[in-house]
């Protein structure tokens, strides 16, 4: 059986490229498609949508305006606001790789998820609320393994949280439970893969950048219950994780999703897998961020 189709709003340039894509589920307006594809496409020209016309000498139809209307599913093309082809080229940037979380470890016996489970006790997406705490994980909004440019982006700066160095990942404050929040387990591998985002300048609202998230788009995060701001969650991270979703799910024709199933999980000996670019990046990755409460603590003294 088929996978589902993953868009179903695609824009292309003159000569056939993909610009851009997502799937539709009825709430993505005009004004917020725009906003993505700036951070998408590199032009010096003014640019505007048009509906796609294969049978048009020009290729298009009608101009769209890029207002509060919802984006119609189908196929539309980017050119000049008088209709003539754009030169564009996408922007170079690619979704910073994350990895899944491993709990049974004993890197992974930290403050954040125990102080995570006393603030939330449900998961934040849906509301739902558990017997045991097994169907639930703490996700990081922005991954610990890419600390560095977490620091680099000044990011540790915004951390208002109070709690002691050792509860907070160290001077770094990335285990900090402003960039926590509790979600269900079969959730969890979809937000690390950027499927879906929180939008904080959209009421919460989640939202799915691919097919098959009906069951979690439109939802609102579940915030209400953290009146202290010094621990609730914030919205700057938010927006970093929705950029890394629409860098990795709509620029060009999306970006492949890593199957850790055909890799065989962490067998080393398919170099065919592990030997590649990506291979290393992400094992380096995984060693980094399974070491990161070690080297914390040591750090700490």
Same mark, same amino acid.
């Given at each position: 059986?088929?996978?589902?189709?993953?868009?179903?709003?695609?824009?292309?340039?003159?000569?056939?490229?993909?610009?851009?894509?997502?799937?539709?589920?009825?709430?993505?307006?005009?004004?917020?498609?725009?906003?993505?594809?700036?951070?998408?496409?590199?032009?010096?020209?003014?640019w505007a949508v048009?509906?796609?016309?294969?049978?048009?000498?020009? &290729?298009?139809?009608?101009?769209?305006?890029?207002?509060?209307?919802?984006?119609?599913?189908?196929?539309?093309?980017?050119?000049?606001?008088d209709g003539s082809?754009?030169?564009?080229?996408?922007?170079?940037?690619? +979704? &910073?790789?994350?990895?899944?979380?491993?709990?049974?470890?004993? +890197?992974?016996?930290?403050?954040?998820?125990?102080?995570?489970?006393?603030?939330?006790?449900?998961?934040?997406?849906?509301?739902?609320?558990?017997?045991?705490?097994?169907?639930?994980?703490?996700?990081?909004?922005?991954?610990?393994?890419?600390?560095?440019?977490?620091?680099?982006?000044?990011?540790?700066?915004?951390?208002?949280?109070?709690?002691?160095?050792?509860?907070?990942?160290?001077?770094?404050?990335?285990?900090?439970?402003?960039?926590?929040?509790?979600?269900?387990?079969?959730?969890?591998?979809?937000?690390?893969?950027?499927?879906?985002?929180?939008?904080?300048?959209?009421?919460?609202?989640?939202?799915?950048?691919?097919?098959?998230?009906?069951?979690?788009?439109?939802?609102?995060?579940?915030?209400d219950h953290i009146?202290?701001?010094?621990?609730?969650?914030?919205?700057?991270?938010?927006?970093?994780?929705?950029?890394?979703?629409?860098?990795?799910?709509?620029?060009?024709?999306?970006?492949?999703?890593?199957?850790?199933?055909?890799?065989?999980?962490?067998?080393?000996? &398919?170099?065919?897998?592990?030997?590649?670019?990506?291979?290393?990046?992400?094992?380096?990755?995984?060693?980094?961020?399974?070491?990161?409460?070690?080297?914390?603590?040591?750090?700490?003294?």
């Open positions: 059986m088929s996978l589902l189709p993953r868009r179903n709003v695609i824009l292309q340039d003159f000569d056939g490229n993909v610009i851009a894509g997502f799937w539709q589920y009825g709430s993505v307006s005009w004004t917020t498609f725009s906003l993505w594809l700036n951070s998408l496409i590199q032009t010096e020209q003014h048009f509906d796609f016309d294969e049978n048009s000498p020009n &290729r298009h139809g009608g101009q769209r305006s890029l207002d509060s209307e919802i984006v119609p599913p189908g196929d539309y093309i980017l050119l000049r606001e082809p754009l030169p564009v080229t996408l922007t170079e940037e690619r +979704a &910073r790789i994350r990895q899944p979380t491993h709990s049974d470890t004993p +890197a992974r016996r930290e403050h954040y998820r125990n102080r995570t489970r006393e603030r939330d006790g449900k998961c934040l997406i849906t509301g739902q609320r558990f017997a045991t705490w097994s169907p639930l994980r703490a996700a990081h909004i922005f991954p610990r393994a890419h600390v560095h440019e977490w620091v680099r982006k000044q990011f540790h700066h915004l951390i208002t949280d109070t709690a002691p160095a050792s509860d907070v990942g160290g001077d770094s404050k990335i285990d900090s439970v402003q960039n926590v929040f509790m979600l269900r387990s079969d959730l969890h591998d979809m937000w690390d893969n950027y499927e879906f985002g929180v939008n904080p300048d959209d009421n919460y609202r989640i939202t799915g950048f691919i097919n098959g998230l009906d069951h979690v788009h439109g939802l609102t995060l579940h915030l009146v202290d701001p010094t621990i609730r969650p914030l919205d700057e991270l938010f927006r970093d994780h929705i950029l890394q979703g629409v860098l990795k799910h709509m620029k060009g024709a999306g970006e492949p999703t890593w199957d850790y199933e055909d890799a065989g999980g962490f067998d080393l000996s &398919r170099q065919e897998i592990w030997g590649s670019v990506e291979g290393k990046e992400r094992l380096e990755l995984e060693i980094f961020d399974r070491l990161f409460g070690h080297q914390v603590a040591e750090d700490l003294g």
